[in-house]
């Protein structure tokens, strides 16, 4: 406040002193707070990862959600473990000979074997570069004189270049062992002794990126056609400058999109939202509401929130309404075995007590007046996070409880988050992308491995299929 606004206060007289004291008081307090709740929060009661954690002054008590089984920890009785086994067919034998006896030293050379003590080892065999010649034959017709060519395999156009499982070797370092350029080119030179360059890699990427475009447009299809998908965004930089990651998945396909923008326009030029008639699953940001489906938020985010209320403003509705949905996904978690859904009573129950328990959350959060200085009335005060997250209960109630009534929706976006967390771990090994291009072809690569994964193929076999031109694309029904 400006001193002449002190001032003239002042000269109103001792209450309106007051008020402004007791104003300020106010705002003062309510500064503190949202300073402290900044420093008590940490990946048990908020979105902050846990790798935070460890910067925290107060470190946080871990409480699993999971019910205790009663079972000791490690390996059940009649597990059956595993272990390295011996084959019948080794690759090679070598015998080693008995030359004379262990105790008077007699030569054993001519004495017959009375039989062997075996053991087997198992280890990587001399690994090289192995080059292959092709020779293009060339004919003279008799008859007409004409010089005829033999035709080179697809894909064989230089005199010398490397061969597809190279190129493919080189992309799977990079794209899925997350290995930088430079150190993707050392391992290639290390192993196999060849002295790849990074530009030699990135036009295998380049490559690879094209031949995955059929791919590409399949997966976006796909995922329309999908019951419920899962969707999450993550900043991730380009030349230093934060673009955000978009995500869209199933359990069995991902699809990765990078964008300026972090809102609608971004997940319009995704090209999947739009006309999108499923369930998107995801953590309640906002700009998903602008597509008119059916949504289901997870739950395991407003767990988090509840616990933050519960530990820091003293709170009872937000610790029974965190009891109340673990209590519900245990009940559906148990029906799933044997039904595709609840009956029509356990849903009456469930609804009621959540009816009862934001009932119970407004008469602890009743609206309040604050005084307003400048234009000397009185108004709304701001609300608090206690008050948001009530109201995001009581307006969002079936979106919150999708996952019970449909049991296809899940109770929480964990699959979103799982496929973009290997994205995070690329942006903290590298720190940015280079290009936009460099960005879009790793977007490409990567939700392409993280299909075929979640397929169970082998990753460098799916590589080596899309340089061959027939990339893995999953068959519909996908769920």
Same mark, same amino acid.
């Given at each position: &406040?400006?001193?002449?606004?002190?001032?003239?206060?002042?000269?109103?007289? $001792?209450?309106?002193?007051?008020?402004?004291?007791?104003?300020?008081?106010?705002?003062?307090?309510?500064?503190?707070?949202?300073?402290?709740?900044?420093?008590?929060?940490? #990946?048990?009661?908020?979105?902050?990862?846990?790798?935070?954690?460890?910067?925290?002054?107060?470190?946080?008590?871990?409480?699993?959600?999971?019910?205790?089984?009663?079972?000791?920890?490690?390996?059940?009785?009649?597990?059956?473990?595993?272990? +390295?086994? &011996?084959?019948?067919?080794?690759?090679?034998?070598?015998?080693?000979?008995?030359?004379?006896?262990?105790?008077?030293?007699?030569?054993?050379?001519?004495?017959?074997?009375?039989? /062997?003590?075996?053991?087997?080892?198992?280890?990587?065999?001399?690994?090289?570069?192995?080059?292959?010649?092709?020779?293009?034959?060339?004919? #003279? %017709?008799?008859? !007409?004189?004409?010089?005829?060519?033999?035709?080179?395999?697809?894909?064989?156009?230089?005199?010398?270049?490397?061969? $597809?499982?190279?190129?493919?070797?080189?992309?799977?370092?990079?794209? /899925?062992?997350?290995?930088?350029?430079?150190?993707? !080119?050392?391992?290639?030179?290390?192993?196999?002794?060849?002295?790849?360059?990074?530009?030699?890699?990135?036009?295998?990427?380049?490559?690879?990126?094209?031949?995955?475009?059929?791919?590409?447009?399949?997966?976006?299809?796909?995922?329309?056609?999908? $019951?419920?998908?899962? %969707?999450?965004?993550?900043?991730?930089?380009?030349?230093?400058?934060?673009?955000?990651?978009?995500?869209? !998945?199933?359990?069995? &396909?991902?699809?990765?999109?990078?964008?300026?923008?972090?809102?609608?326009?971004?997940?319009?030029? &995704?090209?999947?939202?739009?006309?999108?008639?499923?369930?998107?699953?995801?953590?309640?940001?906002?700009?998903?509401?602008?597509?008119?489906?059916?949504?289901?938020? %997870?739950?395991?985010? +407003?767990?988090?929130?509840?616990?933050?209320?519960?530990?820091?403003?003293?709170?009872?509705?937000?610790?029974?309404?965190?009891?109340? *949905?673990?209590?519900?996904?245990?009940?559906?978690?148990?029906?799933?075995?044997?039904?595709?859904?609840?009956?029509?009573?356990?849903?009456?129950?469930?609804?009621?007590?959540?009816?009862?328990?934001?009932?119970?959350?407004?008469?602890?959060?009743? $609206?309040? *007046?604050?005084?307003?200085?400048?234009?000397?009335?009185?108004?709304?005060?701001?609300?608090?996070?206690?008050?948001? *997250?009530?109201?995001?209960?009581?307006?969002?109630?079936?979106?919150?409880?999708?996952?019970?009534?449909?049991?296809?929706?899940?109770?929480?976006?964990?699959?979103?988050?799982?496929?973009?967390?290997?994205?995070?771990?690329?942006?903290?090994?590298?720190?940015?992308?280079?290009?936009?291009?460099?960005?879009?072809?790793?977007?490409?690569?990567?939700?392409?491995?993280?299909?075929?994964?979640?397929?169970?193929?082998?990753?460098?076999?799916?590589?080596?299929?899309?340089?061959?031109?027939?990339?893995?694309?999953?068959? +519909?029904?996908?769920?």
């Amino acid at each position: &406040m400006e001193r002449e606004e002190i001032l003239a206060i002042y000269e109103t007289g $001792p209450d309106a002193v007051i008020d402004l004291i007791e104003h300020l008081i106010a705002k003062f307090e309510e500064r503190i707070k949202s300073l402290e709740d900044q420093l008590n929060k940490n #990946s048990r009661n908020s979105s902050k990862p846990p790798s935070t954690d460890a910067y925290s002054t107060k470190k946080p008590t871990i409480k699993s959600t999971r019910e205790k089984s009663g079972k000791k920890v490690g390996g059940q009785k009649g597990h059956l473990g595993t272990t +390295l086994r &011996m084959v019948d067919n080794p690759d090679e034998t070598i015998i080693h000979k008995v030359h004379q006896c262990s105790n008077c030293g007699t030569i054993l050379e001519k004495e017959e074997s009375k039989g /062997y003590e075996t053991r087997q080892t198992f280890d990587i065999p001399l690994i090289k570069l192995r080059s292959t010649e092709h020779r293009a034959e060339i004919k #003279s %017709c008799p008859k !007409c004189s004409h010089i005829s060519k033999a035709e080179f395999p697809d894909g064989v156009t230089q005199p010398t270049q490397y061969g $597809p499982r190279l190129g493919s070797l080189a992309v799977y370092l990079h794209d /899925y062992q997350l290995l930088p350029y430079d150190r993707s !080119c050392e391992l290639l030179s290390d192993f196999y002794g060849c002295e790849i360059s990074p530009a030699t890699l990135i036009r295998a990427e380049n490559k690879c990126f094209e031949g995955l475009e059929q791919f590409d447009n399949e997966i976006k299809s796909a995922l329309k056609q999908s $019951p419920v998908i899962h %969707c999450d965004e993550t900043g991730s930089k380009i030349n230093g400058i934060r673009n955000w990651l978009h995500v869209a !998945c199933t359990s069995k &396909m991902t699809y990765y999109f990078i964008h300026q923008k972090r809102g609608s326009e971004a997940m319009n030029d &995704m090209g999947i939202l739009p006309n999108y008639n499923g369930v998107i699953v995801h953590d309640f940001w906002k700009a998903y509401y602008r597509y008119h489906c059916d949504h289901g938020i %997870c739950n395991a985010h +407003l767990l988090r929130e509840l616990t933050f209320i519960t530990e820091n403003e003293g709170q009872k509705w937000s610790g029974k309404m965190a009891d109340l *949905l673990l209590v519900i996904k245990a009940c559906v978690d148990e029906t799933r075995e044997t039904s595709d859904y609840l009956n029509a009573k356990q849903i009456e129950d469930f609804e009621q007590s959540y009816g009862c328990i934001t009932k119970k959350g407004l008469e602890e959060n009743p $609206p309040h *007046l604050d005084f307003d200085t400048q234009l000397k009335k009185r108004g709304r005060k701001k609300q608090t996070k206690s008050k948001n *997250l009530l109201d995001r209960f009581i307006d969002y109630k079936d979106d919150i409880l999708r996952f019970m009534h449909n049991f296809e929706v899940p109770f929480e976006n964990n699959q979103a988050e799982r496929d973009v967390r290997m994205m995070k771990v690329q942006q903290k090994i590298s720190g940015t992308f280079r290009s936009n291009q460099g960005a879009r072809s790793f977007c490409r690569i990567r939700g392409y491995i993280s299909t075929v994964k979640k397929n169970k193929i082998s990753v460098i076999d799916a590589i080596v299929a899309v340089f061959n031109g027939k990339p893995f694309v999953p068959v +519909l029904p996908i769920e």
